[in-house]
């Protein structure tokens, strides 16, 4: 369950991007291109999963499909990125670039502190589901909070104004 997590984990951000600019293309009042992509998107999807399927071998066979899922929306970014640029430009794509690569510098001592906390656990606990669950738990929050300290310490703008929202609301119901 983990290994396919973690191929679904590599869609994250992709995915993301995805969304995002189906909404921008919307917004254009455009739905005929979105749905273009979407089938596009798809067909990447089941060619990946396709071959993932006939290349790998019973479990693994799983964990391929999260990846071909993955692929199919990193296709789809990229289509969508391109296409919006051409039609409105780049629209703060130099901040846009450093966020992710922040957001992406921030996620790598994330993760690895995550998969040694992780591994640490089920190496002294075994491998059984409450493990694995006390695992996930301990590596979830441990990687969350790095992450956040890290982007914080980044400067990235995003995670500061989440906070000062989170800020903000706590405060008014506070005084409510």
């Given at each position: ?18 969304q ?13 291109t ?29 964990v ?22 051409r ?9 846009v670039?450093?966020?992710y690569?922040?957001?992406?510098a ?57 906070f000062a929202?989170v ?10």
């Open positions: 369950m983990g290994y396919v997590l973690t191929g679904f984990a590599a869609c994250l951000v992709p995915f993301s991007i995805f995002l600019q189906l909404r921008a293309f919307y917004a254009l009042h455009d739905t005929r979105p749905a273009l992509i979407n089938i596009a998107v798809n067909a990447v999807n089941i060619s990946a999963d396709l071959m993932f399927f006939l290349l790998l071998h019973g479990r693994a066979r799983i391929g499909l999260a990846i071909g899922y993955a692929l199919s929306y990193i296709f789809g970014a990229v289509v969508f990125t391109i296409l919006l640029r039609r409105i430009g780049s629209a703060r794509g130099a901040y670039k450093r966020t690569a922040r957001l992406s921030a996620a790598l001592p994330a993760v690895g502190v995550a998969w040694l906390a992780a591994w640490g656990i089920t190496s002294v606990s075994g491998k059984g589901w409450l493990s694995a669950l006390a695992a996930l738990c301990v590596a979830g929050l441990v990687a969350g909070v790095i992450f956040v300290k890290a982007a914080t310490r980044m400067k990235v703008g995003e995670v500061r104004m989440m929202s800020r903000g609301r706590v405060s008014h119901r506070a005084r409510s």
